[in-house]
């Protein structure tokens, strides 16, 4: 089992910034891949970032590319998510999740992942 718990949520106003951390525990934290995804009220949850084992491949979807940096550091067994020029479309509860089987197709599919942490909630304000 891998216990995963988010934080850094909260309200920001447009173009301004927050960094959420997700940190894990209960296995190695390197035998995953990570990601991030979120959930707007009425929507479904959907994809946003992921980094593989070892931080070598980064995913993005299209509505971040550019704002939001994914990392990781391996010694923490933390990975983060910074999100710059923020819009009011980015509100959402924000999940991230391991992923033990990680090939180019799966790191953006919900399914593919093993394990979620409970979300943490970003408001932007307009």
């Known amino acids: 089992q891998v216990q995963l718990v988010e934080s850094g949520g909260g309200l920001v106003q447009a173009g301004g910034s927050l960094r959420l951390s997700c940190a894990a525990s209960?296995?190695?934290?390197?035998?995953?891949?990570m990601g991030w995804f979120r959930q707007s009220p009425g929507k479904e949850r959907e994809f946003v970032a992921a980094?593989?084992?070892?931080?070598?491949?980064?995913y993005y979807a299209d509505s971040v590319k550019g704002r939001f940096t994914i990392s990781r550091d391996n010694a923490k067994s933390t990975v983060y998510l910074q999100m710059n020029s923020l819009k009011p479309e980015d509100t959402a509860v924000y999940y991230c999740?391991?992923?033990?089987?990680?090939?180019?197709?799966?790191?953006?599919?919900?399914?593919?992942?093993?394990?979620w942490g409970q979300g943490t909630q970003v408001t932007v304000s307009s």
């Open positions: 999740a391991a992923l033990s089987r990680a090939y180019s197709s799966t790191y953006y599919a919900e399914r593919a992942y093993d394990y």
């Open positions: 209960g296995r190695t934290f390197s035998d995953y891949a």
């Open positions: 980094i593989s084992y070892r931080g070598g491949s980064i």
